[in-house]
Nanobody, 123 residues
């Protein structure tokens, strides 16, 4: 099993910034890559960003390109999501998740998920 713990959510005004963090307890079953997803009230889960461990550039969903940046710290088994120029439509619960293999990495059905952290953007 892998535990993923997100932190850094909160309430921010439109145009503001937040930085989310996700700590993975181990990479044994999550050794391909990590992703950020979000789910707004009444909506389905939406892909935000993904990145492989060690090598590779992050890949972003269309709705957040140019505003969000995903990064990783391989030594600490952590990933981050820097969110700038936040909009009310970014309000959602944000989840980090990990993928054990390449096939899973390119889907939305990752192997392990965190409990989520709420991000609320006021207008």
């Amino acid at each position: 099993q892998v535990q993923l713990v997100e932190s850094g959510g909160g309430l921010v005004q439109a145009g503001g910034s937040l930085r989310l963090s996700c700590a993975a307890s181990r990479r044994t079953f999550c050794n391909y890559g990590m992703g950020w997803f979000r789910q707004a009230p009444g909506k389905g889960r939406e892909f935000v960003a993904r990145i492989t461990w060690t090598y590779g550039a992050p890949y972003y969903g269309d709705s957040i390109k140019g505003r969000f940046t995903m990064s990783r710290d391989d030594a600490k088994n952590m990933v981050y999501l820097q969110m700038n120029s936040l909009k009310p439509e970014d309000t959602a619960v944000y989840y980090c998740a990990c993928a054990a293999d390449r096939k899973t990495y390119f889907t939305d059905n990752y192997d392990f998920w965190g409990q989520g952290t709420q991000v609320t953007v006021s207008s």
